[in-house]
């Protein structure tokens, strides 16, 4: 259990945090990273994997990064489709804090910032559904602790909505297919590269 997933930490100091480059999706980004939240070091292999292989966003529309970390989804997302509003969605404070600070340092203006729990509880509250979710869940967490969250968020999409996960081969992505498939969900392989699956997740 790792600790970027449970301590509610405050804002990284310019001490801690450096400067990594990204290029995904024809984006050339400089991100700034903490070794306090995950993949400090370079883009972790299974986000650029959703991000090579996730089709084209919408032009608009309401989109969720879920577990955004330090925000490379979310600045694609929102770079992607400038009309899009994005929830960018963490437990963690110092990965909220760096998710803003380097969208607004891309011009990523549609990122909407919001710890994990509030953010539910608004989207419960404003009936707000998601048109597009993409996520890299934090399986180490534990089974139970992920289902929850996925279950939960995934409960959100709109009718016609879509998500995309990227899950480990070797660390259960196969029995989350089914287990999403029994929650209700029409989840499957959408892709495999490099030992990671992309699930789609549809509503039933």
Not at 50 to 74: N, Q, Y
Not at 89 to 106: G, I, Y
Request: aromatic share 8%; hydrophobic share 45%; proline share 4%.
């Amino acid at each position: 259990m790792d600790e970027q997933y449970f301590t509610d930490s405050a804002p990284a100091s310019a001490d801690e945090t450096h400067v990594i480059d990204v290029s995904v999706r024809g984006f050339d980004l400089s991100m700034r990273v903490s070794s306090r939240v995950f993949s400090c070091s370079q883009l972790d292999l299974g986000t650029r994997q959703l991000l090579s292989v996730a089709p084209d966003l919408p032009e608009d529309g309401t989109f969720l990064d879920l577990g955004c970390g330090w925000g490379p989804i979310a600045t694609v997302m929102s770079l992607e489709a400038p009309g899009a509003v994005v929830w960018a969605v963490d437990v963690n404070s110092r990965a909220l804090d760096l998710t803003a600070r380097n969208a607004q340092a891309h011009g990523a203006s549609g990122v909407r910032v919001l710890k994990a729990d509030e953010a539910l509880a608004a989207s419960v509250e404003s009936g707000t559904r998601f048109d597009v979710i993409w996520s890299n869940p934090p399986v180490r967490i534990g089974k139970e602790a992920m289902h929850e969250m996925l279950a939960s968020w995934l409960g959100r999409l709109a009718p016609s909505g879509i998500a995309y996960l990227v899950v480990q081969r070797n660390l259960g992505a196969d029995s989350l297919i089914t287990w999403l498939n029994g929650q209700g969900f029409e989840a499957s392989k959408f892709a495999s590269k490099k030992g990671y699956r992309i699930i789609e997740v549809r509503p039933a």
